[in-house]
């Protein structure tokens, strides 16, 4: 039986295996500045090489697109809200969005959203709970 | 560098052959596109073969198989949505070289039905719904969105695309669906993925396209002028950085390069297209490369639409086929199945639907999967 029993859903995820805790994991080219997630061999901006370093991705940002998902593949419920987000100080996300209608007029450019982690109800081949993202609205003010 | 001219093309009338393989529908392609050109499958001397579904498959040498196996290089080719553009190309650019004076490309798919499956990333784990969409729909609805977000682009005006394409499908007897649809049917029509309908997305039929591709010399020595069509641009690029790829494939800088680059190469613009058959596999999509092929300002797309500009008749018609959404959209075959409706007009064969005396068009295509990445190709060709 292994002492870790988390994972994480994605590369440019974190996920601490004992608790769970996740962190989003973000690189930033010292040579042109890019943000993108996780890790590349190179820059994709600029190609320039040893130049990524580790980038703490913010946690929140503003709503660049969406769409409602009413026919997805077998077994998916539906609708659920794609959205992507800007990520404050870069980085672009995409994730789906909960506690939220699924109506367009309600979604509007730059509608504040945070990103927060959550176990899925999957788990990898050595039982490990898989651990993602999801999106929800920043609570008005 | 020798001029790369379009001598004979064909494609099956797309559709549902549930009792034929792949290569049997390409065979068929080939043979309706040697035929147009009355040449026989001894006059080719290499062969770029085009399917995506199937790129394991050596589809080139089965379709040999079927229509003479003369034991020239085949080249299988797989770029997502923009195979047979890219297999096309191959031909195009071997022509070019000097290396062949004719060679044939040809572009098949067949398809399942419903939505299109993608690779997935982590070994495992089921992504979609829990992080957002890996569906085709979703992505171009993505798109759509982004464009509404900065322009004020309407649910109505991305509609108003399917009912454009579809009136035009019932002047193309090669089109799988062939019947007008009202401005409210589209809007009523299932929503798939907000705000393409199930009428604004492209269907999944199986069909294949074939062309042959001679040398100036070679065209001029068989005689076959009066008929051919030269090749102004035949370029092929794929996905820069942008930055929201981490989000969604870029399907618009992809192809803005390519048109810049065809533009160049073809020493000419926008303005001197008579039609234009372009990747409409989501009735958002349109809109998007009206302003990514330059055919309209910033932000303009939707009065282009409202306008009737780019409808039969209009002054930049787009998609007289009946495009993706009604042709349907055999990935491998799609590509070429584009560069057939613009030459039917560039020859002045395209019946009730013809642009009147048209001289130049342009076709293009742009593929992608989801988190991986796109490829792009803008073919102008000239009449003589």
């Given at each position: 039986m292994t002492e870790e029993t988390f994972s994480s859903a994605f590369d440019y995820i974190k996920v601490h295996p004992k608790s769970g805790a996740a962190s989003l994991m973000g690189s930033r080219c010292r040579s042109c500045g890019t943000v993108l997630l996780g890790a590349r061999r190179?820059?994709?901006?600029?190609?320039?090489?040893?130049?990524l370093e580790e980038f703490q991705l913010a946690m929140a940002g503003s709503l660049r697109s969406f769409t409602i998902v009413h026919?997805?593949?077998?077994g998916v419920q539906t609708p659920f809200i794609a959205a992507i987000v800007n990520l404050d100080g870069g980085g672009v996300l995409k994730g789906t969005l909960r506690n939220f209608p699924a109506d367009p007029m309600r979604l509007s450019r730059g509608l504040r959203l945070r990103v927060q982690f959550a176990p899925t109800d999957q788990r990898d081949r050595e039982g490990r709970t898989f651990v993602c993202h999801h999106l929800e609205a920043e609570p008005a003010l | 560098m020798t001029s790369a001219y379009l001598v004979g093309i064909d494609m099956i009338p797309f559709g549902r052959y549930p009792h034929r393989s792949a290569a049997d529908l390409g065979a068929e392609a080939v043979l309706l596109a040697l035929d147009d050109a009355g040449?026989?499958?001894?006059?080719?001397?290499a062969v770029y073969a085009g399917t995506h579904l199937m790129a394991n498959a050596l589809m080139g040498q089965q379709i040999l198989r079927q229509v003479g196996e003369t034991g020239v290089p085949i080249v299988n080719v797989a770029n997502a949505c923009a195979t047979g553009a890219t297999a096309f190309r191959e031909a195009v650019l071997a022509v070019r070289a000097g290396q062949y004076q004719m060679a044939l490309a040809v572009g098949i798919e067949k398809m399942g039905r419903g939505l299109l499956e993608v690779p997935r990333g982590i070994e495992g784990f089921s992504e979609e719904g829990e992080v957002a969409s890996l569906t085709p729909p979703a992505m171009f609805s993505h798109l759509g969105i982004e464009h509404a977000f900065k322009y004020g682009t309407t649910f109505e005006q991305f509609a108003k695309v399917a009912v454009k394409n579809h009136h035009h499908s019932t002047f193309n007897p090669k089109a799988f669906s062939r019947r007008e649809t009202p401005l409210e049917e589209v809007m009523a029509s299932e929503m798939i993925s907000y705000p393409n309908t199930k009428l604004m997305c492209s269907i999944n039929v199986d069909g294949a396209a074939a062309a042959v591709v001679a040398s100036e010399g070679m065209m001029r020595r068989l005689g076959l002028v009066a008929r051919s069509l030269r090749i102004r641009a035949s370029v092929l690029t794929s996905n820069p950085f942008v930055l929201s790829e981490d989000a969604v494939t870029d399907f618009n800088q992809v192809t803005r390069n390519c048109a810049r680059l065809a533009y160049e190469a073809a020493a000419l613009g926008p303005d001197d297209l008579d039609l234009v058959e372009l990747h409409d596999c989501f009735a958002t999509a349109e809109l998007l490369h009206y302003e990514n092929l330059g055919l309209?300002?910033?932000?303009?797309a939707g009065s282009l639409i409202d306008g009737g500009v780019t409808a039969a008749g209009g002054a930049m018609p787009v998609n007289l086929s009946g495009g993706l959404l009604s042709k349907g959209h055999p990935l491998g075959a799609t590509g070429i199945a584009n560069i057939y409706e613009v030459a039917l007009h560039l020859r002045h064969e395209?019946?009730?639907r013809q642009v009147p005396d048209a001289q130049i068009a342009l076709t293009h295509v742009v593929g992608g999967i989801p988190d991986l990445g796109s490829a792009c190709a803008i073919h102008v060709l000239e009449r003589p």
């Open positions: 190179a820059c994709p901006a600029c190609c320039a090489r040893e130049s026919r997805s593949y077998p | 040449l026989s499958i001894n006059d080719i001397q309209c300002g910033e932000g303009e395209a019946g009730a």
